[in-house]
């Protein structure tokens, strides 16, 4: 594929994107704010089917982890612990003609401006924390930071949890919530940005056993992705070399995606050892280590972290889901998207706008939207408003036509297949329930 049709894939993205009401640019009507968007109606609704199927799975649908929803401003003292205010930087350089700014380790040819061929500045450390003021007082003895993980908040936490649900190891902490990063070099739309959400899960275990359960989650979470109904030969593992691997890190792999921009991160899963722990028990002066009543044994335990970022999986499905199909003199555009992650389940046609059809299809809105999104469309023909629901994900769409008021059935058309059946009402809320259920892995 050149790069031009890549670029042009995005595009379309983008502009379906804020055509339909997935995304918008933040503040658009002040000229926008770099690498800062809003999700529309469509968007917040696949954004919380995407949070719903990854805490089904991994809260839910398990017996051996807990949720948690901890604040967005912490301690301050806790990210010296973690490392983040001595490590948490990228290094930093500046054309000096074009003042254009990189990220030192993306740049082809050290010293030499991509942009321009012009002078690059000596590296910088540049720090990724964003700093606010808690309080009345701007001076440094009030300075907090935006997490940067979310992790850190389940650390914290863990006694708390771990006595408060009498967990037993291995038991593991689940968290979805936002996250931020003064990124030098944000870009390819919600793909690295500043303000993100992340779904995060802290497998704490024995020393020892460590290296299993890392096994162990990294197949889970692949097969997350695959349950997505992403394209599995467009997913891989990335091992981190030494010089890839944070600084909390003894191994880790990430689960990366081939987007039409390069093959990148969609989660990481690391070993994290007993670093945070023993760090947080070192700066808080607070004993978090735990005792292991059948062999009595006291230890730190070490963590399995599965960090996989929200507006990155609905990115990559959108992407992955997009198809455009020449039919009937015409451009049909489908998003193939997994119907439990779909926005809206399932729309409702009354055929013609007499004859009673409205208010049966009324009626069969009224009666699904107690579970699911689903959407009344009345205006066009009925196969322009097909393609609009195709446009959007929409698995199903149901028609209400002359035979529905005789013998109380109505046809439903299949996204994918195209295929039309026709089914009772009755028959109706059993069939959408089997197909958008959120699938367990
Ligand atoms: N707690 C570990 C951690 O935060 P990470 O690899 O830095 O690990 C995990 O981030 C995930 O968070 C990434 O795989 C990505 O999906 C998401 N993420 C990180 N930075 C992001 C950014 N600037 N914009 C959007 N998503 C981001």
């Known amino acids: 594929m050149s790069a031009n049709m890549e670029s042009t894939i995005m595009e379309k993205i983008v502009s379906l994107c804020k055509r339909k009401g997935f995304i ?14 809003d999700y529309g109606p469509l968007g ?21 982890i807990e949720g948690l929803d901890a604040a967005i401003l912490m301690h301050p003292r806790v990210w010296e612990a973690s490392g983040h205010i001595a490590g948490f930087t990228d290094p930093l350089v500046d054309c000096k003609k074009c003042k254009h700014r990189f990220r030192a380790d993306q740049v082809d040819t050290p010293g030499v401006c991509p942009d321009c061929g012009g002078e690059l500045t000596a590296e910088r450390q540049f720090n990724l924390m964003f700093k606010t003021f808690m309080g009345p ?22 006694l708390n949890v771990q006595q408060a649900a009498r967990r037993k190891i291995p038991f593991g902490i689940a968290q979805i919530g936002k ?4 990124e030098i070099t ?7 940005t500043r303000e993100f959400e992340q779904m995060e899960m802290q497998f704490f275990v024995k020393p020892g056993t460590d290296k299993e359960w890392f096994e162990y989650w990294k197949e889970r979470r692949i097969q997350w992705y695959y349950k997505l ?8 593992f990335h091992q981190h070399n030494e010089k890839e691997l944070a600084h909390y890190a003894t191994a880790a792999y990430d689960i990366e995606y081939q987007f039409p921009f390069g093959t990148m991160e969609l989660e990481g899963i690391h070993n994290r050892t007993d670093f945070d722990l023993t760090k947080h028990k070192e700066y808080s002066g607070k004993e978090l280590s735990y005792f292991e009543e059948a062999t ?3 230890f730190i335990p070490y963590i399995i972290e599965t960090s996989a970022g929200c507006d990155r999986t609905l990115l990559t499905t959108l992407i992955d889901s997009y198809e455009e199909q020449e039919l009937d003199n015409d451009t049909r555009i489908v998003l193939h998207l997994a119907p439990h992650i779909a926005p809206i389940k399932a729309a409702v046609f009354p055929l013609v706008k007499r004859d009673g059809m409205p208010e049966l299809a009324h009626k069969i809105v009224d009666s699904l939207r107690l579970n699911y999104m689903v959407f009344y469309d009345e205006s066009g023909a009925v196969g322009r408003r097909y393609r609009r629901q195709d446009e959007v994900g929409t698995p199903f769409c149901i028609t209400v036509d002359s035979q529905s008021l005789d013998d109380q059935t109505v046809t439903i058309r299949d996204r994918d297949t195209m295929q039309q059946d026709r089914i009772s009402l009755d028959k109706i809320a059993q069939y959408i329930a089997e197909k958008v259920a959120v699938p367990q892995i």
């Open 137 to 158: 007082v701007e001076d440094a003895a009030a300075i907090v930071y935006l997490r940067p993980e979310t992790a850190q908040g389940i650390y914290v936490n863990f």
């Open 229 to 236: 109904g992403i394209d599995k030969d467009k997913l891989r």
């Open 44 to 64: 917040v609704e696949m954004k919380k089917n995407i949070k719903d199927y990854w805490w089904k799975n991994m809260v839910q649908y398990r017996s051996d």
């Open 296 to 298: 009595k044994e006291r």
């Open 179 to 182: 996250a931020f990063r003064n």
């Open 186 to 192: 944000p870009g390819n739309f919600t793909f690295r």
């Open 24 to 37: 918008f640019q933040s503040s658009e009507i002040y000229g926008g704010i770099t690498s800062c968007y």
